[in-house]
């Protein structure tokens, strides 16, 4: 082959490996985005479109008052309301140090079938210091915002490292 | 009194560095080579203005002066000294002091070495001195960490109580004195660009400070990973969290730049490359800084912060890539790239610097993904960490082969023997890896034996080279191996460290998450916990209170297969004034396995005493131990090489 042969064939060939790998790199992607619910968008998202079992997604909201309810031999099951609607979850594991019935939440999860949640995991947050924002946002937004922790000055919020 | 001094003396410091940034449009070109005389000084008057601030800063957070706002809102009178000075860094506004304070003193750094080379030092100097004053400004106009509060508060707000942890008290300075020394580097690139030319002796002269930061960045990430591994309480060292992953793609560009800019030492070639790398790995080491605190993402570390900073951020960070790129795009044709064969190792440099930064790029993408969602509008997302893991195997096994292999081949170009003569023994050791990985645990996934062998390879590809290093050494018959050990160069050593490094750490992921052990029980009351081997009985339980906080203990005896291996007393601690319940984390190491015990509200398993119920997380990982070794041995690795590099610039004639 002619040097301009050999630099054309390494051209190409590098060219349909990065087309390969940034291929493979969206699909992956694409598989792992995980996306933040609030329970009544979790349900309008549902209606508008088919999810399909097994999906992992974050649901943010407050436990529902009431709702919690023990089943053996360790797992519980609750409600998660951000005021309009209500998603069931169930869980198995330790829980945060500041779960409690009425407390803001966020959990990673699993859907199942019957449009329940099996949790995974379980952050529970109590002030907006130390909640992601978005959940903050969503709270606010339905009207079940509570601050139960000091209010900064507007001009200083203190940031972290 | 003394906050006022800070707050004048940053003030004096943005003039100065206003001024040093300006000299040169004062006169016309020519007559600069006069003023440049004026950079000592200058680079000398900053440091000391700054470093006023910075110490009056500390002293109004060690004394809890609590009519500073950025003291009520951190500090806390019952809080350890040692927090009380840390927690000087601990927030956004001192953060923001550190990073200037370790730019002034990297200035001050680069103007005290002789220089190879005065006028591109000079140009240099100039250039970090507009960094500086847009930086300072910054501070002064949206991020005042003097102003004061009236009337002054009766006590502060206390830090965050994951941050009062020794890690994070020199993790800042760590990770910062990484992400500012690609400042330097990224000046001299400017500089390069500026005068519009770019030499193998300029390449001699910025490794050593690419080395510097690279290495303080790894101990920095290093670090981070430590203190998220004994604070958070998952068991897990990394979480593929937007804060980890902003500090791993400087360091990402970084370690392609550090291995291109040999190639342009030792050959000439990558300039144009180099040059771009230097300018994004500033670009990244920027991002590091802001995009965690101007709220465009939210992470596990970051819970909430300011919007109002934003604009000036965008802009600061804008004008600095813009007016870097411009240049470059206008003086490209300046440089010129040489040609080079693929098989030589500046071919393998190429491969690790693909990867390396195509690496980067996926992981920005993921960064910057939700972020863009959320700007249209749409529903936020994240990214698992499932994508991060999948992405990241193939891009680490690729760079485990090169660099085992590239350390051993000569530049130019490759003789096919020779190729063949050091591949044949790391394949060797690779395949008898397999072997007995195989032998060890017969239902060893496919992924464990490969990446256990690929580490295998490096490491032998380490090895090799250093016997090969020490066989080179000129000797006569009657010289001893010591004699001859002591003549090994030390400039080979430097490589040869950070690529044991990550070999080591590469195989301790690989071992530590394929072989991680974790259990979760409710604690009863008389009963021992039983999982495995493991035994763990509770022995003790109290309440206490600490400094700023309060204390719930228990004291467990764990045994192994009947044997006594330790006793661990894991905390639940509340800290009142933040209204934040912390876990701390009990762990006890050895070579080969970390015990790591975490106290946590079990699920309740009955109606009547739900609040009080106490469980236990306990995880067994192996090799964290040879983890944390990896992260010393690279940074080891850099330092040996900077320092080195140091002290033969110091003798070289200018």
């Known amino acids: ?161 | 009194m003394i906050v006022e001094f800070g707050h004048g003396a940053l003030i004096l410091a943005l003039m100065v560095a206003l001024f040093s940034a300006l000299l040169p449009l004062w006169k016309s070109i020519s007559h600069v080579k006069r003023l440049f005389r004026l950079s000592f000084p200058l680079a000398l008057l900053q440091t000391i203005l700054i470093t006023t601030a910075f110490a009056a800063l500390i002293y109004a957070h060690a004394t809890s002066d609590f009519t500073v706002v950025n003291v009520v809102l951190n500090s806390h009178t019952d809080k350890p000294l040692l927090y009380k000075i840390s927690g000087t860094w601990g927030n956004h506004e001192g953060s923001m002091m550190l990073w200037i304070f370790i730019l002034s003193l990297y200035g001050l750094f680069v103007s005290l070495t002789r220089p190879l080379d005065q006028d591109l030092s000079e140009r240099a100097l100039i250039v970090l001195s507009a960094v500086s004053a847009g930086f300072i400004a910054f501070i002064l106009f949206t991020s005042n960490p003097f102003t004061r509060v009236y009337p002054p508060a009766q006590n502060g707000e206390d830090l965050n109580p994951l941050l009062q942890d020794i890690g994070l008290s020199i993790h800042p300075p760590m990770l910062y004195m990484g992400y500012v020394g690609f400042g330097i580097v990224f000046a001299f690139a400017v500089a390069a660009l500026w005068r519009g030319d770019l030499t193998p002796q300029w390449a001699r002269i910025v490794q050593p400070w690419i080395l510097l930061a690279w290495s303080t960045l790894t101990l920095g990430i290093g670090l981070g990973s430590w203190w998220a591994y004994r604070e958070l309480g998952w068991g897990g060292w990394w979480f593929w969290d937007p804060v980890e992953n902003v500090s791993l793609l400087p360091w990402l560009t970084a370690t392609a730049l550090l291995h291109a800019n040999l190639a342009l030492e030792k050959r000439g070639l990558f300039s144009r490359w180099v040059l771009l790398l230097a300018i994004l790995t500033f670009t990244m080491s920027l991002m590091g800084t802001f995009i965690v605190r101007s709220g465009l993402i939210t992470s596990v570390h970051a819970f909430a912060s300011d919007q109002t900073r934003g604009l000036f951020i965008l802009g600061y960070v804008g004008a600095v890539i813009g007016i870097s790129l411009l240049l470059y795009a206008r003086k490209y044709n300046n440089f010129c790239s040489m040609p080079y064969r693929i098989s030589s190792k500046e071919g393998a440099i190429l491969i690790n610097n693909i990867v390396l930064v195509s690496f980067a790029f996926t992981v920005l993408i993921a960064i910057l993904y939700p972020v863009f969602l959320s700007l249209i509008g749409a529903p936020s997302i994240s990214v698992g960490a499932a994508y991060f893991n999948t992405i990241f195997v193939p891009f680490a096994m690729i760079l485990s082969v090169t660099a085992g292999i590239s350390p051993l081949l000569p530049w130019h170009r490759i003789p096919l023997a020779m190729l063949q003569r050091s591949i044949a023994p790391l394949l060797a050791t690779a395949l008898i890896t397999i072997a007995i990985v195989l032998l060890l645990d017969r239902h060893a996934l496919l992924f464990t034996c490969v990446a256990l062998a690929l580490s295998a390879w490096m490491l032998a590809g380490t090895v090799m080279h250093a016997i090969r290093r020490f066989r080179a050494i000129p000797s006569t018959s009657s010289d001893s191996y010591v004699k001859k050990l002591r003549r090994f160069p030390i400039a080979a050593m430097g490589t040869l460290f950070a690529h044991l490094g990550v070999a080591v750490l590469f195989s301790a992921i690989t071992i530590s998450s394929a072989y991680k052990q974790r259990f979760e029980a409710p604690i009863t009351q008389g009963k021992a916990i039983v999982f495995n081997d493991y035994t763990l009985s509770v022995t003790h339980a109290e309440k206490l209170h600490r400094y700023n906080y309060d204390v719930r203990t228990a004291t467990f005896l764990i045994t192994h297969s009947g044997e006594k291996i330790a006793e661990l007393s894991p905390e639940m601690r509340y800290y009142p004034i933040r209204q934040m319940q912390t876990s701390e984390v009990a762990i006890d190491s050895n070579l080969w396995r970390d015990v790591y015990l975490v106290l946590g509200e079990a699920t309740p398993t009955d109606e009547s005493a739900p609040a009080t119920h106490i469980g236990i997380r306990l995880y067994v990982t192996p090799g964290m131990f040879f983890l944390w070794l990896g992260f010393g041995l690279i940074a080891l690795g850099g330092g040996i090489s900077f320092i080195h590099r140091m002290a033969k610039a110091g003798k070289d004639k200018p």
Do not use: C
């Open chain 1, 1 to 161: 082959m002619r040097p301009k042969h050999k630099r054309l064939v390494f051209v190409i060939s590098l060219l349909s490996i990065m087309a390969i790998s940034v291929t493979i790199m969206l699909i992956i992607f694409r598989q792992n985005l995980i996306y933040f619910y609030t329970p009544s968008m979790l349900l309008e998202a549902m209606q508008k479109a088919t999810f399909e079992n097994n999906r992992v997604l974050r649901l943010g909201g407050l436990v529902e008052p009431g709702s919690l309810a023990h089943q053996s031999p360790d797992g519980i099951a609750f409600l998660v309301t951000d005021g309009k609607a209500q998603i069931h979850v169930q869980y198995r594991g330790l829980l945060p140090t500041l779960f409690r019935e009425g407390q803001g939440v966020v959990l990673l999860g699993k859907l199942e079938a019957d449009k329940s949640i099996t949790a995974s995991e379980i952050l529970a947050k109590h002030d907006e210091t130390y909640m992601p924002a978005e959940v903050a946002r969503a709270l606010k937004a339905s009207g079940h915002w509570k601050t139960d922790g000091q209010n900064y000055p507007s001009s200083v919020t203190p940031g972290q490292p």
